[in-house]
């Protein structure tokens, strides 16, 4: 192959692949005004709703529609979301942090690695969700929805989970120092924090509230299943 050929071969390479970064980067800027205008920004069978690393901070997104959407990396920092649908959506890497998620469904949710500091999940829905080693610093999980959810090495120091429900949960090697997950009653109706079947196995649990938690089958962090 003559060094002319290779040239023309080259640039047509170098242009076929700026020509795809190009279309992805019109996609994104597409769905992010379609959010914007919208509030929906939805995953279908052929098209993927694309709104990774988008800047979103601070923006007012309660109820907003983003199923299957892929947020990885996206700053939602401060941002509004309460009972938005973000179940199945790719969260990884994200900014949550002070982000208000009242209710929203996160079911199936990939928040792996994402940064949750001071969030607020009240009543949130994390089923099945993957949060492993999530920053949920100072986060409020009052009666969040954890059944099933991966929390493996994940931070909840200081995290408020009282009535959480974290059944079948895995949460081997997290750090639950300083979390506060007692049970408690609220309008004569008794909130319990349910632990059962749940993985502790290495998790750090120094001072810790645990009064009244309900924790049949659950492996303690030194292994033993507590009965």
């Excluded at 769905?31 to 690393?53: A, E, G, H």
């Excluded at 009543?123 to 949920?136: G, H, I, K, Q, R």
Aim: charge should be positive.
């Amino acid at each position: 192959m003559n060094l002319k050929k290779l040239a023309i071969i080259l640039l047509l390479v170098i242009g076929f692949l700026g020509g795809g970064m190009t279309s992805v980067r019109a996609s994104n800027s597409q769905d992010i005004n379609r959010l914007l205008k919208t509030n929906s920004c939805q995953t279908f069978l052929w098209k993927t709703c694309d709104l990774s690393n988008a800047d979103l901070r601070g923006l007012a997104l309660s109820k907003a529609q983003l199923s299957g959407a892929n947020l990885r990396g996206a700053d939602l920092t401060n941002a509004v979301l309460k009972y938005a649908d973000l179940s199945d959506a790719d969260l990884r890497g994200a900014k949550l942090s002070k982000a208000n998620l009242f209710k929203a469904n996160l079911r199936r949710a990939n928040l792996e690695g994402a940064d949750l500091r001071e969030a607020g999940l009240w009543a949130a829905d994390l089923t099945l969700a993957n949060l492993a080693e999530v920053n949920l610093e100072n986060a409020n999980l009052l009666e969040a929805k954890l059944w099933g959810t991966d929390l493996k090495k994940a931070n909840l120091s200081q995290a408020s989970l009282h009535g959480t429900n974290l059944q079948y949960a895995n949460l081997a090697n997290s750090n639950l120092s300083k979390a506060d997950l007692h049970s408690y009653y609220f309008r004569e109706d008794k909130k319990v924090t349910n632990l059962s079947n749940a993985n502790l196995e290495g998790a750090n649990l120094k001072d810790t509230n645990l009064r009244g938690v309900l924790l049949r089958g659950t492996i303690m962090p030194d292994g033993h299943v507590n009965e």
